[in-house]
């Protein structure tokens, strides 16, 4: 579905569908020169994640893995909790891995710095992070991020896998959710 589409429901467009491509084709080439030689395992934190996944992993010149994380901070509302679940664990085992972690945005970081020191417990070899979009306004926890797509304001966004109480993430762009669709 387009941006247009939804229009209503939308305040700003922030990222076009060509603008979430190019990124994506930036941020692989920056992977594969980093993991040349390597076969990384990418783990993607559902159902977010789902399209970055899906684009980066198939952008990317490199052997890779992937496995998939479900993980749940927020509820249904647009805040973050801080409290974090593993609703769905991976299959891989990380001993010895170059593990990526993408993931579609970080708010607060809470999921994502939680989730970096679960699975570097786990006797990863390396564990870095990729993240399309990033909240900087938001951030409670300083999260080391090696691969940022999208610095975008503290609003509530949605499409290409963020979702609204499950809506929206087929969008192709990413667009500001517009405050009477939540209020
Ligand atoms: P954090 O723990 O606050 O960094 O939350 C990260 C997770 O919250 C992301 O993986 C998203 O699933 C969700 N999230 C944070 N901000 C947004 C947003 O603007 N739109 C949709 N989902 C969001
Ligand atoms: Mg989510």
């Known amino acids: 579905m387009e941006l247009t589409d939804v229009a209503g429901d939308l305040s700003t ?13 930036e941020l692989s080439r920056l992977i594969e ?3 040349e030689g390597r076969r990384p395992l990418l783990v993607g934190v559902l159902k977010g994640a789902v399209m970055v996944m899906a684009d ?11 496995d998939w994380m479900a993980v749940s901070s927020y509820g249904a509302g647009t805040q973050s909790s801080g409290v974090v679940r593993i609703l769905k664990d991976l299959d891989s085992d990380l ?15 809470l999921t994502l710095s939680w ?5 570097e417990t786990r006797g990863a070899a390396s564990v870095e992070i990729c993240a399309l979009l990033r909240k900087p ?5 300083q999260v080391d991020v090696k691969y940022i797509g999208f610095e975008i304001p503290n609003e509530f966004v949605v499409g290409y896998g963020l979702d609204y109480a499950e809506k929206y993430r087929n969008l192709r762009g990413i667009g500001v959710l517009a405050p009477h669709v939540y209020s």
């Open 115 to 119: 989730l970096r020191a679960n699975l």
């Open 13 to 25: 467009v922030l990222i076009s569908e060509e603008q979430i491509q190019a990124k994506i084709a």
């Open 33 to 35: 020169a980093d993991y």
């Open 137 to 141: 306004d938001a951030a409670k926890v």
């Open 95 to 109: 001993t010895g891995r170059d593990v990526l972690i993408v993931e579609d945005i970080i708010d607060s970081g």
């Open 56 to 66: 980066l992993a198939r952008e990317l010149k490199l052997h890779i893995d992937m």
